[in-house]
């Protein structure tokens, strides 16, 4: 069974950074990062696919940075300035192109406060 698993997660302050790592057991077109905050739906962050291209959601702003060495198995979310409404547990996702199974991370718990 592919897994897919997330670390990086922590503390910090607003305008601090953390760099999340998400690494599969498996390989995937399309590996991506998306969040959930508390009483909220979980929502896109960014993705990128084993060629390159990444995606962004609008409110990454030029904040985060998703990239996928090599285009292999493992991707980083590097996450700058980040503010207090970052707080959320990121989720890793995987899938290949077209209609396939979503596979999804068990997620990790970022803290932002002031």
């Known amino acids: 069974q592919v897994q897919l698993v997330e670390s990086g997660g922590g503390l910090a302050q607003t305008g601090e950074s953390l760099t999340l790592t998400c690494t599969a057991s498996?390989?995937?077109?399309?590996m991506g990062w998306y969040r959930q905050a508390p009483g909220m739906q979980r929502e896109f962050v960014a993705n990128?696919?084993?060629?390159?291209?990444?995606m962004y959601a609008d409110f990454v702003k030029g904040r985060f940075t998703i990239s996928r060495p090599n285009g292999r198995k493992t991707i980083h979310l590097q996450m700058t300035s980040l503010e207090i409404e970052d707080t959320a547990v990121y989720y890793c996702?995987?899938?290949?192109?077209?209609?396939?199974?979503?596979?999804w991370g068990q997620g990790t718990q970022v803290i932002v406060s002031s």
């Open positions: 990128i696919t084993a060629y390159g291209g990444p």
């Open positions: 498996g390989p995937f077109d399309i």
């Open positions: 996702n995987g899938r290949q192109f077209g209609p396939s199974s979503v596979y």
